[in-house]
């Protein structure tokens, strides 16, 4: 069984958010969280949040079984560039220079620790 949870317009630069993802592909849900409460980089709060949301979404989807977070395993993260906001800074000699302020989504599965997909 999997479920998916997608967080849009993170305002958090792809690259960025991708070394927090990498730690934990394939982890356990509940190590994946624990480790996240530890790290002090901005993408942690955004990438947990996603993947405690999924893990909601497969006990919505299958009301018959009770699984805790315990049981799951975050089989696939996916942190892709969302939209750029584009600022103007003022500089010397009346220039301006382009500020990009970009974004990201990250798309989260978790599959069921059981299960052999």
Do not use: C, W, Y
């Not at 790290?39 to 497969?58: G, H, R």
């Amino acid at each position: 069984m999997e479920a998916n949870a997608t967080s849009k317009f993170n305002s958090i630069s792809a690259r960025k958010a991708r070394m927090v993802a990498d730690v934990i592909r394939g982890l356990s849900v509940e190590k994946a969280v624990h480790a996240l409460e530890l790290m002090p980089k901005k993408a942690a709060p955004i990438i947990q949040k996603t993947i405690l949301s999924a893990v909601a979404n497969a006990r919505q989807t299958d009301e018959g079984v009770s699984l805790n977070a315990d049981d799951f395993i975050v089989s696939e993260i996916r942190v892709d560039e969302g939209p750029t906001q584009k600022r103007i800074r003022a500089r010397a000699q009346g220039r301006a220079f382009r500020i990009r302020k970009r974004t990201s989504h990250v798309k989260v599965t978790v599959r069921a620790a059981g299960s052999d997909e």
